[in-house]
């Protein structure tokens, strides 16, 4: 589950930790399907073009 949002095969997401101890959640979409970004993370980066709030395919984002 993401922001509430249940995760389908096609979508890889784990959460990982800084050194300075801040978690990062890492998306990466690779199902057709736009994937909503959780409302209370802020995106640091991504390898492709956001849209409406979603990931869509063949993107991956970092959020914290």
């Known amino acids: 589950v993401l922001g509430g ?3 389908t095969p096609e979508v890889l997401a784990f959460r ?3 050194l ?3 978690p990062v959640t ?3 979409n ?3 399907e ?3 970004l959780p409302a209370d993370l802020r995106v640091l ?3 492709g073009r956001l849209h409406q709030g979603a ?3 063949d993107t991956t984002v970092w959020l914290a």
């Open 5 to 7: 949002q249940p995760l």
């Open 16 to 18: 990982n930790v800084r």
């Open 20 to 22: 300075d101890g801040t």
């Open 26 to 28: 890492v998306v990466a």
């Open 30 to 32: 690779l199902g057709e």
């Open 34 to 36: 736009p994937v909503t």
């Open 45 to 47: 980066a991504c390898s």
């Open 55 to 57: 990931i869509h395919q």
